[in-house]
């Protein structure tokens, strides 16, 4: 059986990651001012000989400020269709003639017991992208190239196969194919894509598996959730294990496209496509609600992110965005984990902590520098992080990229990141904790 990470009714939604387009019956000069050039910094948008705008690929890169300032939706990314070539699927643009591919991501399952089996997935790797842990568990590093071949050869069939889209722009997708033409390739328009559901989750959630912080933010967020969903796309841009959409769906039915930039190998449910938030590979005006559950602060580019969010966002929809606050880091610093960390670090790279203790320790327990494209936070501190964490910071961000504020609730007492059934009878502080949920929609239509 061939799983497939993205239904149907979802490619419809689906766009380009690289390029943007003008719809020349939508483009229209006598109801505009021409904003998008003015809002253009890179000056990658001019007049055509006909009046009409058209857009330097060269110069362009992908930040959608033209899109979101069109007041006719005239500039939008271009569509994508689903061919296949030799039992490879792939996702093609017809603007600029990129192949996007559908590669088979590999899950772990509980089945996987590297102790007692033959261990076939990791002798037949061409890439040596399986390693065992100290505790005998089997993990998959950077060198896997997505062929899926080891899910095969599994015979305790603990490796779960998934094609998925890898939708990160061109220029940084080492998977992506550019053509010149479609020709050569059979254009899918119906195909039975066996949609990834609880019959096969990769492990049960539980309560338990929270942290008190995380579980105060959850149950926030699906209450909101529930009262505010009418229908349509939900996207959960960040989704890490994809915890949140199991945790949505087993108390109110209600289903989440998770999408992230890299893969958790154990994750509840597949990711649907991996991507870069910044640049999604969604049309305008097509996601009826957001999840950005603490993404925000690991972005090497904020606005840049909530600018896409804002594209793709309809203009009655609705942001649920948690972020940390200040205090977050003095409920860090009061639990054990956080000293165990950083003393396992200091045995395995004891010459950085040598070479300079103080910045060692100030950087290394900063949050940011996880989960971060090409290391671009590496020289973040946690003191940084402290001061740039104010929630009037977080706020002004919004304001910048025009959404207001609906709602704000803060989530998580000071005790709430150690692992405590009681610690959640603490509460709810109306001020000083972890994270802040803000509820934000868009000031304006596009």
């Known amino acids: 059986m061939c799983l497939f990470s993205i239904t149907n009714d979802f490619l419809n939604f ?23 050039i003015h809002a253009c910094e890179l000056d990658a948008i001019k007049k055509a000989g006909d009046g009409r705008v058209e857009i330097d690929y060269e110069k362009c890169d992908s930040c959608s400020k033209c899109a ?80 899926g071949k080891c899910s095969y050869k599994c015979s305790n069939n603990a490796l ?41 989750l990769l492990r049960k959630f539980y309560d338990a598996d929270m942290l008190p912080s995380t579980a105060f933010t959850n149950e926030y967020i699906l209450s909101e959730l529930v009262n505010m969903y009418k229908g349509g796309i939900i996207v959960d841009n960040g989704c890490g294990a994809n915890d949140f959409r199991t945790f949505v769906k087993e108390r109110s039915g209600i289903d989440i496209i998770g999408i992230d930039i890299e893969l958790n190998r154990n994750a509840f449910f597949p990711i649907q496509f991996l991507m870069n938030g910044e640049y999604l590979p969604l049309k305008n005006n097509c996601v009826s609600i957001f ?37 977050f880091h003095i409920a860090y610093f009061l639990r054990f984990d956080s000293y165990k960390k950083y003393g396992l670090h200091v045995v395995r790279e004891p010459k950085e902590f040598i070479k300079n203790p103080i910045k060692d320790f100030l950087t290394e327990n900063a949050h940011e520098k996880e989960w971060n494209v090409e290391n671009s936070k590496a020289e973040v501190t946690f003191i940084d992080e402290i001061r740039r964490w104010r929630l009037d910071n977080w706020e002004k961000m919004f304001t910048e990229t025009n959404f207001k504020i609906i709602k704000r609730k803060i989530t998580g007492n000071i005790l709430s990141l150690n692992r405590s059934k009681y610690i959640k009878m603490l509460g709810n502080p109306k001020k000083v904790g972890v994270h802040c949920t803000y509820i934000l929609e868009k000031n304006g239509n596009l």
């Open 160 to 200: 779960i196969s998934v094609k998925t889209p890898i939708l990160f722009p061109r220029r940084a997708n080492k998977f992506a194919i550019v053509e010149h033409s479609f020709n050569q390739y059979e254009l899918i328009t119906d195909i039975n894509m066996d949609v990834f559901n609880h019959s096969i």
């Open 291 to 327: 999840i950005s559950n603490f993404v925000l602060e690991h972005t090497t580019n904020p606005l840049h992110y909530l600018n896409e969010i804002y594209r793709t966002l309809k203009n009655d929809g609705k942001v649920i965005i948690s972020v940390p606050t200040s205090y």
């Open 68 to 147: 979101i300032v069109c007041p006719n939706n005239a500039i939008d990314k271009a569509s994508l269709k689903l061919i296949k070539n030799d039992e490879e699927f792939y996702l093609g643009c017809d603007n600029c003639k990129t192949l996007y591919p559908l590669k088979d991501a590999v899950y772990i399952t509980e089945n996987c017991n590297p102790r007692e089996c033959d261990r076939a997935c990791m002798e037949g790797c061409e890439q040596n992208a399986f390693f065992l842990t100290f505790r005998k568990r089997l993990k998959i590093n950077d060198k896997c190239i997505f062929c």
């Open 14 to 36: 689906l766009a380009c990651p690289t390029c943007f387009i003008v719809k020349e019956d939508r483009c229209s000069l006598n109801e505009c001012n021409y904003e998008c």
